[in-house]
């Protein structure tokens, strides 16, 4: 069984956004209107993270972070969920059953990176949004909780294809949208557990970190990143 | 009605049941126009949506969980006191616990609610029948709080049994429900036995349970990994919490009824005083388990520790903390301590301080730790909305309604109780203490 | 809280419904109307087709992906030279634009300042017949045509048109992009690419390489690999933007003062005399009188009085720089966006020529036998500076087309430009929305969307010829008309006697594919880069991609969406550098290098961000929202301020304040950004439409002074004295306000070690 993670490098991330309005589109996130925008209910389940600016001024950089649910190998959301509305799948993605959610927020509060995001309100969508709908991704009702799920669909629609064609699934057959468009190859992508992919072989850089590793949740996106930068 | 054969010594504890004044019309309606918004307001919620609260990313948890807790909170006062003083044999319990246990009752159900008025989707609510996870806290408080609302209303029922025997024997209004609910007690010493029997099992039983929807309540909480929440001390901070808001809502609701019902010669200042020292007792108490809380992360100073903690004392909450702090500390250590203010007005100032101060304390331990969470992007503010803080007044006026209810069905204040003290009391008192007195002159040979 | 009538209806019958709870929940459990189409109609049958991104020059290659034939999706085209799979925010959100609302569905005509649905045809015939009786007047001059486009080959049939029609006043209003222009002014040729394989230090000056450039995801991916084999990046920059945030150094400075900074590094090439006698001997006749002029006013210490930048930080960049065995000092049209914008091309070009072009190259061959040939010699470029002067001039100007081009929103001095505009007799417009300009237009022609046309987007950045197809993936939805199909019928019309090779624009670019096809050069993008011995192979014959004729080609042209040439020839750049206006004290000194900044005057630094650079991000939703994302600032105009400055004026972070220009007041919510220049206030462009789109926020541009280049006629960005007015509402000021830099530093220790 494969466990799938991902490894961003901030060395090479310049902070685009790409992956950002990405993971916006294909996930058919809903578009929040100012005034709730304004109250802190954005929706992103990949959001850059100003962390902070390194240096003082002139000899300045700043040091942003792309953050997304860390899918944890020890996630502390599946643990509270009272009707198994999240929880971590065999090949270690940590999923949502949008129909099962009762909505009490309990994964969201219990969340050490905040990556969760809640559907407060249904706003009305702009219709050239609705049009383009990814028809791979149900577009959650309000009030229920949704969060990065490394693109689960595209696995399934890759599993299916490699399964009509008689094959096993291959490495590049399944890909999150954020890491396929990363216009800097940041983002990489792949079975964490396979000794020969990139993942595996970055997740023993020597910038490797993951977010809030004291915890404990294990993470399994990591960041790269040196201090020379 | 008038026959004077029915002229009882305790006829003003019957008097509520049969005599409604006008002005008691006049704030139900005005209650149950302030409940019928706040259930406008919740469909409101309803149809639009979580949306329509102030809640928000990151604190995704506001009145409702505030207002849930505080009123589980406030439940301890009834059956856990009324347990321990009836269990402790106090005397002076007796005008008191019945008040305690409606409490008790009425809050629970209030309080109950809440949860499923926070959901996203209560229209799923039976998926927790169907698919509940027993390792997820929220289904531990459900089991306690039900176990808990279990055992106080049978805990209620049963010492209103007799009472509701007199009423039905009284004849008048209601005849038919008391028939039924008095389950044809006629006090024969077998039925009066039995009745005190299954009374003393249950009030054994009822203390475990309450402690523990308590500090379950409390595990929701500390069972996470958030700053300000990931702390040991929270049950028994919690239970002492509970237990001390519990007190001072008894001691406001006595005070009211007193008040209207004119219940001056039932509840005196002595019970005022024995439940004012109660009340100072838990503020110390309190203030223990605070103090020790707050030290502890101010002195191991972690980061994310520490941001909730000065966002609590000097941060966006800090009008928030010490007002807490003056409610549930000052106030009542000043007002009880003092003999000049130790009146029955004085006790009331210091009760109402404290449930105020206890909601804020809830207020404060929820709403600082989702506005700082570890990873410090985003962080929020809260700021309730219409919705919420008319949902908090169709509560508080639920509550009020279900006592005003109450009294015009039962009395208020157990009467079977009563006469059996005014005619056994005495007796069983000196009895006990010639028990355990020594005897004058004795001298060991 | 606002209720609304329908809303409150609702809620009267929700509530009715409601004190039954089971009504509450059949509204929940309700499938949303707007899901309905999504869930019930069509076999939802899955296709991909190859396109081009056509809102920069890049060319990137996108692959869209269909559902029942509606395109819903665009990502990047993993087989493309250019992205490699890469593809930047406004192409992901490209697609909504087909389906935006505020779409034309036809040709309008404004009758008494409403517009009225015509046909094509009506259309059409109003538009040439205007256009014939000015030019049978013989005053072409009269007519302006302003043109914004990617597509170098649509712009070459504006420029055969103009050439036909001898309407000399074509302004390519190259706004958003790179451009030849400023070699134009001093040189007979342009570099096409910077030559990475030999280039060691590249100082970039003012140009956002990774965002609005030549070819933003090649260079994204360059500028990462050029640091890994270790060499150095230098930044001129104003503002810390994604462009500088992987680069060795940077030089906070506003274009103003890009001149002195290049003329101070060229001091020391000269003084340390490392130039390149051989390059300078031969192509730069006038070397002397510049080296005098260069050791005369430009030494250190006074570069660092001119423009504040420490002199050892102009000494170590000008020694990396002269170290560099092939240096380039790239630059484009942003650094025109100045009042100094003509000298610092010249400046820079002139830096360039002391290291011999060296970083530069060029391609042997042009790519393509375009209709109008790209050197910047063969014609004086009519600049934006020259139509506002005609414009200015009332009534002197017949009529105006107006192309691809929102002219009204990016100028600044808007309320003017405005009404000059309308007073001009005829405006013929050709946008797909009723945008700022085109509101002012007489008649309208709607042009394609980007997914409805056919279009060929050549490149050379990056040092072999690209060319992405541009195909029409759907058939377009309404009534429009391919812009550059006008242009040919009106070239066809207007001058019966002109011999044109081609009927319609998709022939003339057949004829273009067909040099590709014969040349038999380069390969389809649908396969990996051949080895050099398949294309030695290849050179004598051997081709392994045989096509039976032209339409094969085509047909697998358009189908791997590309075209390119690995294996192209190249040579050095050695243009030769020649002043225009001969070699001019006056133009070098003009312009004063720092505006003055007091307490309450502030620079107003208009940046643009990546999501938005032409000022047309209003029509994608997911743009707009994003827009400010990361300072959490939504659907809302914010001004960054350096945390200095702000105490100074003691405003707090996240204060809603009030600002004013001499144009007006407007508001903003200032942010506290430490890597801002002290005295600036950094404003984003791209809010404040108010015709199309979503209209939240304000244009900073519409505030700006009408100040500009005297040459190319570009808006000055940074040279507004601004101030802030009142504070409307203070932003937390307690030692914990949140989201202001002091937290950041306090919270960021924890992680310290791991955010680099």
Request: aromatic letters at 12%.
């Amino acid at each position: 069984m494969p466990r799938y993670g991902m490894v961003i490098d901030l060395n090479k991330c310049n902070q685009c956004g790409a992956c950002v309005t990405a993971c916006k589109l294909e996930n058919n996130v809903q578009i929040v209107s100012k005034e709730n925008a304004d109250m802190g209910r954005a929706m992103y389940w990949m959001k850059m993270l100003d962390i902070n600016y390194e240096g003082s001024y002139p000899e300045i950089r700043p040091t942003n972070i792309p953050m997304l649910c860390q899918q944890c190998d020890e996630p502390s959301c599946t643990k509270v969920c009272p009707v198994r509305a999240t929880y971590k799948r065999d090949d270690g993605i940590v999923a949502q059953i949008y129909p099962q959610c009762i909505g009490c927020r309990y994964c969201m509060a219990n969340c050490p990176y905040t990556a969760k995001v809640f559907n407060w309100l249904k706003d009305e969508q702009p219709v050239e949004n609705e049009k383009c709908y990814n028809t791979d991704v149900s577009v959650r009702p309000k009030g229920i909780v949704e969060k990065c799920t490394f693109c689960i669909h595209r696995l399934q629609k890759a599993k299916e294809n490699a399964k009509s064609e008689h094959r096993k699934l291959e490495e590049d057959d399944y890909i999150p949208a954020c890491a396929e468009v990363c216009p800097s190859n940041a983002i990489y992508f792949g079975d964490l557990d396979d000794p020969k992919s990139q993942v595996a072989k970055l997740v023993h850089d020597y910038r490797k970190f993951t977010l809030q590793e004291e915890l404990g949740t294990k993470p399994k996106v990591y960041y790269l990143s040196a201090k020379s930068e | 009605m008038n026959d004077p054969q029915y002229i009882d010594e305790d006829e003003v504890l019957f008097r509520p049941i049969y005599e409604t004044s006008k002005s008691f019309y006049i704030l139900a309606a005005v209650l149950v126009v302030l409940l019928l918004f706040g259930v406008f307001m919740y469909v409101r919620q309803l149809v639009y949506g979580l949306g329509v609260t102030g809640m928000n990313e990151p604190v995704s948890w506001g009145f409702y969980i505030i207002t849930f807790v505080f009123f589980i909170g406030i439940s301890h006062a009834g059956t856990l006191i009324s347990a321990i003083l009836r269990l402790s044999k106090a005397e002076w319990r007796r005008p008191i616990t019945r008040m305690a246990e409606v409490i008790t009752g009425i809050v629970l159900i209030i309080g109950g609610i809440h949860p499923i008025i926070d959901l996203g989707r209560p229209d799923r609510i039976l998926h927790i029948f169907e698919r509940g996870r027993l390792q997820s806290p929220l289904l531990w408080d459900m089991t306690s709080i039900t176990a808990y609302f279990t055992a106080s209303t049978i805990y209620l029922y049963l010492p209103l049994i007799p009472d509701i025997a007199l009423l039905r024997d009284r004849g008048g209004k209601f005849n038919k429900l008391y028939r039924i609910l008095s389950w044809g007690y006629q006090g024969t010493e077998k039925q009066k036995h039995v009745l005190e029997r299954a009374i003393n099992i249950l009030m054994v039983m009822v203390i475990p349970i309450a402690i523990s929807v308590h500090t379950v309540i409390s595990w929701i909480f500390s069972m996470t990994l958030q700053p300000g929440w990931h702390s040991t001390i929270f049950g028994p901070y919690f239970v002492v919490g509970a237990i001390f808001s519990g007190i001072a809502a008894l001691i406001i609701v006595m005070i009211v009824f007193r008040k209207v019902f004119h219940f001056e010669d039932y509840l005196k200042q002595i019970h005022f005083n024995y439940l004012g020292t109660l009340l100072l007792v838990m503020s110390l108490l309190w203030f223990y388990f605070t103090f020790a809380e707050y030290l502890t992360t101010f002195y191991g100073h972690e980061p994310t520790e520490m941001r909730v903690f000065l966002y609590k004392f000097i941060g966006g909450y800090y009008p928030f903390f010490w007002l807490m702090v003056i409610c549930n500390f000052l106030i009542p250590l000043i007002f009880l301590t003092n003999k000049k203010l130790k009146t029955i007005p004085g006790i009331l100032v210091a009760s109402i301080a404290v449930v105020i101060g206890m909601w804020l304390e809830r207020l404060i331990i929820v709403v600082p730790s989702l506005a700082n969470p570890r990873l410090p992007y985003p962080t929020g503010m809260y700021i309730p909305s219409l919705t919420e803080v008319s949902l908090l007044v169709a509560a508080s006026s639920a509550f009020i309604l279900g006592f005003m209810g109450f009294s015009k069905l039962f009395p208020l204040i157990s009467i079977w109780e009563i006469k059996e003290g005014r005619e056994e009391s005495v007796r069983v008192v000196s009895e006990r203490l010639n028990e355990y007195l020594p005897s004058k002159g004795h001298i060991r040979k | 809280m606002e209720i609304n009538r329908r809303e409150f209806m609702k809620l009267i019958g929700g509530s009715f419904a409601g004190l039954a709870i089971g009504g509450a929940a059949g509204t929940l459990m309700k499938i949303p109307k707007s899901m309905e189409p999504v869930l019930y109609t069509g076999p939802r049958k899955e296709s991909w087709k190859l396109t081009a991104c056509a809102n920069c020059p890049g060319g990137c290659s996108l692959k869209v992906r269909l559902i029942d034939e509606f395109p819903i999706q665009a990502f990047g085209n993993p087989l493309s030279p250019v992205n490699k799979g890469g593809i930047c925010s406004i192409g992901l959100a490209s697609v909504a634009s087909l389906y935006h609302p505020d779409r034309l569905t036809g040709p309008l005509k404004n009758v008494d300042g409403k517009f009225v649905s015509i046909t094509y045809d009506e259309a059409y015939k109003i538009l040439s017949d205007k256009l014939g009786k000015i030019l049978s007047k013989n005053n072409q001059d009269n007519i302006f045509i302003i043109a914004q486009t990617e597509s170098q080959l649509k712009a070459s049939i504006f420029k055969k048109f103009s050439d036909e029609t001898g309407i000399k006043n074509l302004v390519l209003d190259e706004f958003h992009s790179n451009s030849i222009y400023p070699y134009s002014l001093i040189s007979d040729k342009a570099p096409d690419f910077i030559d990475f394989e030999k280039c060691d230090y590249l100082l970039n000056f003012g140009s956002r390489m990774t965002e609005i450039s030549d070819n933003p995801l090649y260079f994204t991916r360059k500028i990462i690999e050029h640091r890994a084999k270790g060499y150095k990046i230098g930044v001129v920059q104003p503002k810390l933007n994604s462009s500088v945030a992987k680069t060795d150094d940077w030089v906070p400075l506003l274009p103003i003062s890009f001149a002195d900074f290049a003329l101070g590094i060229a001091y020391i090439l000269i003084k340390d005399e490392k130039y390149d006698k051989n390059f300078v001997g031969k192509y730069f006749p006038e070397f002397n009188e510049y080296k005098q002029f260069v050791l005369d006013n430009y030494y250190p210490e006074k570069v660092e009085e001119l423009i504040g930048v420490p002199a050892d930080k102009i000494l170590s960049i000008g020694r990396d720089f002269e170290k560099a065995s092939a240096p380039a000092a790239y630059f484009d049209e942003s650094l025109l966006y100045s009042t100094n914008g003509t000298k610092n091309a010249m400046a820079i070009i002139a830096l360039n020529a002391l290291k011999g072009f060296s970083g530069y190259g060029t391609l042997k061959d042009d790519l393509l036998k375009l209709e109008s040939e790209k050197n910047p010699n063969s014609k004086e470029d009519v600049t934006f500076a020259r139509f506002k002067e005609r414009v200015a001039d009332n009534g002197s100007i017949q009529a105006l087309l107006i192309s691809g081009s929102n002219i009204v929103f990016n100028s600044p001095n808007q309320e003017e430009l405005k009404k000059q505009i309308s007073s001009i007799p005829f405006v013929a417009s050709f946008s797909s929305f009723i945008d700022e300009t085109s509101v002012l237009a007489n008649l309208i022609i709607p042009d394609h969307d980007n997914f409805e046309r056919l279009d060929l987007l050549p490149g050379e950045s990056m040092g072999f010829p690209t060319i992405t197809v541009q195909q029409p993936i759907v058939t377009p939805f309404f009534n429009t008309t391919d812009t550059s199909d006008v242009f040919i019928s009106l070239m066809k019309d207007l001058k019966p006697d002109v011999k044109l090779t081609y009927q319609n624009y998709s022939d003339y670019l057949k004829q273009i594919a067909k040099q590709l096809y014969t040349n038999h050069t380069g390969i389809l993008m649908d396969q990996r880069k051949p080895t050099a011995i398949e294309n030695g192979l290849k050179k004598i014959g051997w081709d392994s991609s045989q096509f039976s004729g032209f339409d094969d080609f085509w047909d697998g042209f358009l189908e791997a969406g590309g075209w390119w040439n690995p294996y192209a020839a190249k040579e050095s750049f050695n243009p030769k550098i020649e002043f225009k206006q001969k070699f001019s004290k006056e133009l070098f000194t003009s312009g004063n290098a720092t505006t003055s900044v007091s307490k309450n005057k502030l620079r107003m630094n208009i940046f643009r961000k990546n999501f938005d650079y032409k000022g047309n991000m209003s029509i994608y939703p997911v743009l707009v929202e994003q827009f400010g994302s990361n300072w959490t600032v939504f659907y809302e105009l914010w001004a960054e301020i350096n945390p200095e400055t702000a105490q100074k004026l003691s405003v707090n972070d996240r204060s809603k304040v009030l600002l004013r220009t001499t144009s007006g007041n407007f508001p903003a919510i200032l942010i506290y950004n430490p890597s801002i220049i002290p005295g600036n206030l950094d404003i984003p462009f791209g809010l404040g439409h108010t015709n199309f789109g979503n209209n939240c926020g304000y244009n900073p541009l519409a505030y700006s002074d009408d100040l500009f280049d005297r040459k190319s006629g570009k808006p000055s960005f940074s040279e507004t004295i601004i101030e802030i007015v009142s504070v409307e509402k203070q932003g937390e000021s307690s030692p914990l306000a949140f989201n202001n830099s002091t937290d950041k530093t306090k919270v960021g220790n924890q992680d310290r070690r791991t955010y680099a």
